[in-house]
């Protein structure tokens, strides 16, 4: 396999579209994430596990428009919040090997160009937000606040991983917001276990980057437990399944929603299992695997709520 394109990052998908695009729009790109998508992803599974759980709740069916929705709104702002981030850590990423190579600190950006392009994927955000109930509409611009603070956070503490998962998963709340007008308890049960989620992969993806981070004095939960590191990811990862359940139980979830579980918490041992602490490179692939690990609890909780609306 090839590495990324010159410009790009390390973990950027190598052979991305972003290649294709004109020279100019390419850090523009970059900054957006398009050539890692895995951050969209992320962001985008939580709305669909709480779309499901909200339909299968109402006795209706999962609305394919928000799914639509759900999923140009999690481009747009996982794109506007890593610019915000590009921003904010511009200093620090210059100092740092994986991440000097981004359009700002590399100098293809200014500063100036990347707040305006930051308004403009805003921009779409809100639009797609504007679809929305006042309920969810609401919701949706209260997202915002974990998501301007998260930058600051690796400058103040060894967990910003928990910051990091208010903003990610957010989506466990706004299927609910948006399907129901309202956010039963189950929601916010899913949206604690989610968080949890997060705090793990990222935690994965934290690994790569231990050296550099002690150097530049950046906290994160893997340096923060070390050699225990592998054990505090599965804590993580079993208190997500606990706290998904119990929202699945809340609802009354079905067999094929449960299957989804099952499939998810397979997929999260797994990782678990062959994680090793010292080696970035499957860290960053552990660390991707959680779209497909997402994605099955997904597809066992949209099945799951069709099944209860046919039946």
């Known amino acids: 396999m090839s590495g990324p394109a010159p410009g790009a990052t390390p973990d950027a998908v190598p052979r991305s579209l972003v290649e294709r695009l004109p020279g100019r729009a390419r850090p523009f790109a970059r900054m957006a994430r398009l050539d890692r998508p895995i951050g969209w992803w992320l962001l985008l599974l939580p709305c669909w596990w709480s779309e499901a759980l909200a339909a299968r709740l109402s006795g209706g069916w999962p609305n394919l428009l928000t799914l639509l929705l759900f999923l140009i709104g999690a481009v747009a702002m996982r794109g506007a919040g890593s610019t915000w981030n590009d921003i904010t850590d511009r200093d620090l990423d210059a100092r740092v090997a994986r991440t000097r190579d981004r359009p700002l600190p590399s100098g293809q950006v200014t500063v100036r160009e990347a707040f305006a392009f930051l308004v403009l994927q805003a921009l779409v955000g809100l639009a797609v937000l504007l679809q929305f109930n006042a309920f969810a509409i609401a919701m949706g611009i209260l997202s915002l606040a974990p998501v301007v603070v998260y930058p600051f956070m690796k400058r103040f503490t060894n967990h910003p991983q928990l910051v990091l998962g208010l903003a990610f998963a957010w989506g466990a709340l706004m299927g609910f917001s948006a399907h129901l007008g309202t956010l039963p308890m189950a929601a916010l049960w899913l949206y604690a276990g989610a968080i949890a989620w997060v705090v793990g992969y990222d935690t994965i993806y934290a690994l790569q980057d231990i050296e550099d981070d002690a150097i530049v004095g950046i906290g994160s ?29 809340e609802i009354g979830s079905g067999p094929l929603g449960w299957l989804g579980l099952a499939a998810f918490a397979g997929h999260l041992g797994w990782q678990v299992a062959i994680l090793k602490r010292d080696d970035p490179v499957q860290a960053l692939r552990l660390f991707r695997a959680n779209r497909d690990a997402g994605l099955l609890l997904s597809g066992g909780l949209l099945l799951d709520a069709v099944l209860g609306r046919v039946l």
């Not at 505090?232 to 359940?245: D, E, N």
């Open 221 to 249: 939960t893997a340096r923060a437990y070390g050699a225990r590191v592998r054990l505090f990811i599965a804590a993580m990862f079993v208190l997500t399944l606990l706290l998904v359940g119990i929202a699945m139980l």
